[in-house]
């Protein structure tokens, strides 16, 4: 879906009181950035969080060591929660997750918790993959209060990403007279260009915009980066590569932007782009992926590959001794483009499609299959496809291609 691993569709606008304050409710969280290790004395510090060079992460520390103090405060402990999960995302380091469980612990579980803490719950549940979960506890939340536009909101973005786009729809018509024209429109645009409705989706989104110029900064980056996605798939790729560069003009540093813009680059022949754009992001996964595919392709940046190939080897061997099965899009790519594994990659890949069915996650299936020669993947695929009625011009070409 659209803009839904990173950011998704929660990004709401404080003006309109039933709505609440901004929350992330879609993180893009990455593996460890390690090789895993095993400590000889239990006072030894492994890493350190920046916290000296970010503002951010030093309120984090703070809130943690007042809810240290008042650890059923639950003002506090929710404050602290959302911070983190932005943090999750922001950073691409799902550590910040566990933080915002740990905040949370009082009321993890309850079956019944506080709203707040409920939809929180749900929140990291659907950024950990449990989806299930996810949505049972907005199930909970939405029946108790039906007019809950946050919780609304997030699950149709869970919705979406399971590819149950009716249903998503439906929950995207009911926040209307909950919040902002833009969030509306840009929530039903995300599951209705993945269902046959790409053109009008796109111009609806394009009419919201140009409706709301003044809106919420990160509420236009979510706009624009979700219309820079769509245009991309429907082929009209100076649109997409426009609009993808007024988002990059809003938040030059969001990892969901900065992943989509650099894939459309990928697949334009532009890795040098993406090097300029990437290079300094190397500690979350996603974008070290990224910068190892564009840097395969410059024969004057093999130094440079050959090092982010090797750390990048380390943390997905890290993240299985773990039993982190969060990344599995992610690993996929990296096993098929640089480990050259084509029969584990369509493992990979087929896991992954169990799970989550963004367009993402359908064309590295389709390529793994392409390339391991399995007919019956891409049929499924094909199948996929038509019966969503997905119009996508690079995922067309890829199934034309006979395995």
């Known amino acids: 879906m659209a803009a839904s691993a990173g950011k998704g569709m929660a990004r709401l606008e404080q003006a309109k009181a039933p709505m609440g304050a901004l929350l992330i409710a879609l993180v893009c969280a990455a593996p460890l950035a390690a090789a895993p290790f095993v400590?000889?004395?239990?006072?030894?510090?492994?890493?350190r969080l920046p916290e000296k060079l970010d503002r951010s992460l030093a309120e984090l520390k703070r809130l943690r060591g007042a809810l240290a103090q008042?650890?059923?405060?639950?003002?506090?402990?929710?404050?602290?929660?959302?911070?983190?999960?932005?943090?999750?995302?922001?950073?691409g380091d799902p550590r910040f997750l566990g933080q915002a469980q740990a905040a949370l612990a009082p009321w993890w579980s309850l079956p019944e918790p506080p709203p707040a803490a409920l939809l929180l719950r749900a929140t990291v549940k659907q950024s950990t993959h449990d989806f299930a979960g996810s949505l049972a506890d907005l199930d909970r939340l939405i029946a108790q209060r039906p007019a809950d536009g946050q919780a609304l909101l997030t699950r149709a973005t869970v919705l979406t990403v399971q590819g149950r786009y009716g249903e998503a729809r439906a929950d995207c018509a009911r926040i209307a007279r909950l919040t902002l024209p833009l969030v509306t429109t840009a929530c039903a645009a995300a599951p209705a260009s993945l269902s046959g409705e790409a053109e009008p989706a796109y111009r609806s989104l394009a009419l919201a915009?140009?409706?709301?110029?003044?809106?919420?900064a990160a509420l236009r980056e979510w706009a624009l980066t979700l219309s820079a996605e769509i245009a991309w798939r429907r082929g009209d790729q100076a649109a997409a590569d426009?609009?993808?560069r007024d988002a990059l003009a809003?938040?030059?540093?969001?990892?969901y932007l900065l992943a989509a813009y650099s894939d459309f680059l990928l697949e334009h022949g532009r890795a040098?782009?993406?090097?300029?754009?990437?290079k300094d992001y190397g500690r979350n996964d996603s974008l070290l992926l990224r910068l190892a595919l564009a840097e395969a392709r410059l024969p004057e940046m093999h130094a440079a590959y050959e090092a982010h190939r090797a750390d990048l080897a380390a943390r997905f061997d890290a993240a299985r001794r773990r039993g982190d099965s969060l990344h599995r899009r992610e690993e996929a790519r990296?096993?098929?483009a640089i480990a050259g594994d084509t029969r584990a990659a369509l493992e990979l890949a087929r896991a992954n499609w169990q799970v989550q069915k963004e367009p993402a996650d359908l064309r590295i299936l389709i390529e793994a299959a392409l390339a391991a020669r399995d007919a019956r993947?891409?049929?499924?695929a094909r199948a996929w496809v038509a019966s969503q009625k997905l119009e996508d011009a690079a995922l067309t070409a890829l199934l034309d291609v006979k395995a």
């Open 39 to 47: 400590p000889t004395d239990d006072s030894q510090v492994l890493e």
């Open 70 to 91: 008042r650890p059923d405060d639950l003002a506090l402990a929710t404050k602290l929660a959302r911070r983190s999960i932005e943090a999750a995302r922001e950073a």
């Open 209 to 216: 915009l140009a409706r709301q110029p003044d809106a919420d």
């Open 242 to 244: 426009a609009q993808f």
């Open 250 to 255: 809003l938040d030059a540093r969001d990892p």
């Open 272 to 278: 040098a782009e993406v090097i300029a754009l990437v």
């Open 334 to 336: 990296y096993t098929l």
């Open 377 to 380: 993947t891409l049929e499924e």
